[in-house]
């Protein structure tokens, strides 16, 4: 059994349907973690790797800035939005907002509001207080910016089907939702006989079955798992992101799920969390040995002048580029830079977008491929 209930709200009436209240965590009875002790040792292993791998890099921040929006991308994209990393990357290069809200604009909140958790968890405790402000980062001027940003829900809402009436799932009414949030936020600060990656798994679950706001749930429920890590210190940098697993896995994400609310099975929900966390923690430390590699090689190459290393140093996170963006960065005259990039492409390194003998610009090809293949790695995942 669930341990959970419904409630009919208008019984009686054609409108009549169940909402779904959950019971508080930690599950009761205990939960026999017997059968995932196998997968929490993998995960741990991979995840002490990627944190390790991390420190050994002499500028880890160089990796933090592309992952995160390469996990920015994927959150945003399993939310609807059809904007891509090249997308994104494009967008911040040119220095350009767009007039109106946008796909893109999506997934530079997502940015703001991760960087906004991460910082003020030095202030704050994970609460839900915490909570409400990442919320009201992610939605500012998108979709859903009229759907009370920062601010639990005081409607019903519901997941799946053009009706509340033949919804996928519903969740707890606005008064059962409250206090099941109350329950929770006892919950983030971890018991210690349960371990890290479980209460990490448990909260998501968890997260996403009260769906306390009206709209950016799922968004703000995979950035908790990051910033719960951050947290315990179990990762020193904000490197594990689960959103192109859970995109890949999409119906196997939502199966699990709702087998909780239905039937319980937090055993499974648990133990396809921790795969993920496996394949990606793997994948994520093999490309951040690959940038090392790459970095290192370009950087001992004998054909590049200073300057030219100097640009090479900050593609890292200005991947894509102009002449008149490099000449900015490097503080030197349009025809140098322009004179650098030319030479960056003749080696492989920049690829040309435009096509065009004016207004040309460049992409950090041997680096963005990095990210592709990553992303390849985790879908091949068994």
Not at 67 to 76: C, D, F, G, K, M
Not at 363 to 377: C, D, G, I, N, V
Request: charged content about 25%; proline content about 6%.
């Amino acid at each position: 059994m669930t341990g959970g209930r419904f409630v009919t709200q208008h019984p009686g009436r054609p409108f009549a349907y169940e909402a779904f209240v959950p019971p508080p965590l930690p599950p009761d009875p205990p939960l026999d973690l017997s059968g995932v002790w196998r997968a929490l040792s993998t995960a741990d292993r991979a995840l002490a790797r990627l944190d390790g791998v991390a420190t050994t890099l002499p500028h880890p921040d160089l990796f933090v800035w592309m992952y995160v929006r390469h996990e920015a991308t994927y959150s945003s994209q399993i939310e609807g939005t059809q904007s891509t990393l090249e997308d994104v990357l494009d967008a911040e290069s040119r220095r350009e907002m767009p007039s109106q809200a946008s796909d893109v604009d999506e997934i530079f909140n997502y940015v703001s509001a991760l960087n906004h958790g991460l910082d003020r968890l030095a202030e704050l405790p994970l609460s839900l207080r915490l909570i409400r402000e990442i919320h009201e980062k992610l939605m500012a001027g998108v979709r859903g910016k009229n759907k009370s940003p920062g601010e639990f829900r005081t409607t019903q809402n519901w997941i799946g089907g053009d009706s509340i009436q033949n919804a996928t799932f519903v969740p707890p009414p606005p008064d059962e939702m409250n206090h099941a949030l109350g329950r929770l936020e006892q919950f983030l600060h971890r018991p210690e006989d349960i371990p890290v990656l479980v209460h990490c798994a448990l909260v998501h679950a968890q997260f996403e079955t009260i769906h306390p706001f009206c709209d950016g749930n799922g968004r703000v429920g995979r950035l908790l798992i990051t910033l719960q890590l951050c947290h315990e210190k179990v990762l020193r940098h904000s490197l594990l992101y689960l959103s192109y697993f859970f995109k890949v896995y999409r119906a196997e994400y939502y199966d699990r799920l709702q087998a909780v609310r239905i039937s319980g099975d937090w055993v499974g929900w648990i133990r396809f969390f921790l795969r993920g966390v496996a394949a990606v923690s793997e994948a994520a430390t093999t490309t951040a040995r690959e940038i090392h590699k790459l970095r290192e090689a370009l950087l001992a190459d004998q054909q590049l002048s200073r300057k030219g290393r100097d640009l090479v140093h900050l593609l890292f996170t200005e991947p894509y580029i102009s002449p008149s963006r490099a000449a900015e960065l490097l503080g030197c005259t349009y025809a140098t830079a322009n004179s650098i990039t030319n030479q960056l492409e003749g080696m492989g390194v920049l690829q040309e977008m435009t096509g065009h003998k004016r207004n040309r610009r460049y992409r950090f090809q041997p680096y963005l491929k990095l990210f592709e293949q990553q992303a390849l790695s985790v879908s091949k995942e068994n």
